[in-house]
């Protein structure tokens, strides 16, 4: 059973940073991606940023000069550093990875933008 666990949200001022991990209990590079994707209250989940484990990333327009996705230290973490953070960000932010035709995903970690 792949297991993800979500940490690093909290609450920023407008203008913040925070950077989300995202810890897989295997090896990330047994799936083809693995993905952010955030729901904010009231609105559909939608994808954030992806990380391909043949090293492309790339994130979603709204995101793309703040968010930025990539592969932590160890060799089952991916990191999604967020500067600039706007109000419209504020939402939960999930970890999802798809593998074997299962969708995996975590518990989730909530960003909160607020003065």
């Known amino acids: 059973q792949v297991q993800l666990v979500e940490s690093g949200g909290g609450l920023v001022q407008p203008g913040g940073s925070l950077r989300l991990s995202c810890a897989v209990s295997e090896n990330i590079f047994k799936f083809n991606t693995v993905r952010w994707y955030r729901q904010a209250p009231g609105k559909q989940r939608e994808l954030v940023a992806r990380?391909?484990?043949?090293?492309?990333?790339d994130s979603v327009a709204s995101a793309k000069d703040r968010f930025t996705i990539s592969r932590g230290n160890g060799i089952n973490t991916v990191l999604l550093q967020m500067i600039g953070l706007k109000s419209e960000d504020t939402a939960v932010y999930y970890c999802h990875a798809p593998f074997l035709s299962r969708n995996y995903w975590g518990q989730g970690t909530q960003v909160a933008v607020s003065s």
């Open positions: 990380f391909n484990v043949g090293g492309r990333t």
